[in-house]
Nanobody
Framework: QVQLAESGGGLVQPGGSLKLSCAAS????????MAWSRQAPGKQREFVAR???????NYADSLKGRFTISADYAQNTVWLQMNNLKPEDTAVYYC???????????WGQGAQVTVSS
């Protein structure tokens, strides 16, 4: 089992920045990649970004250039740097992790991000 704990959410004004963190614990040796997804009110959860142990990252096309994922697997932590935030980025942001066969096996509880003036 892997436990994931997100932190860093909050209220930010449009155009501002926020950095989310996700710390993994438990059977971390099984983790192939860690990722971020988000779910806005009334919408389905959507993929944001993923990064593997080897540092390979991929993003949702609509978020490239504004969001950056990074990780330190020695610290079992993944971050999501979000810049130039927009009201439509308001959502609960979830961290996920898992083995190659099931990269989203484990999920955190989520961190609320609200972009509003």
């Amino acid at each position: 089992q892997v436990q994931l704990a997100e932190s860093g959410g909050g209220l930010v004004q449009p155009g501002g920045s926020l950095k989310l963190s996700c710390a993994a614990s438990g059977s971390i040796f099984s983790i192939y990649a860690m990722a971020w997804s988000r779910q806005a009110p009334g919408k389905q959860r959507e993929f944001v970004a993923r990064i593997t142990r080897r540092g390979m990252a991929n993003y949702a096309d609509s978020l490239k250039g504004r969001f950056t994922i990074s990780a330190d697997y020695a610290q079992n932590t993944v971050w999501l740097q979000m810049n130039n935030l927009k009201p439509e980025d308001t959502a609960v942001y979830y961290c996920s992790a898992g083995p190659l066969s099931e990269p989203d096996r484990y999920w955190g509880q989520g961190a609320q991000v609200t972009v509003s003036s």
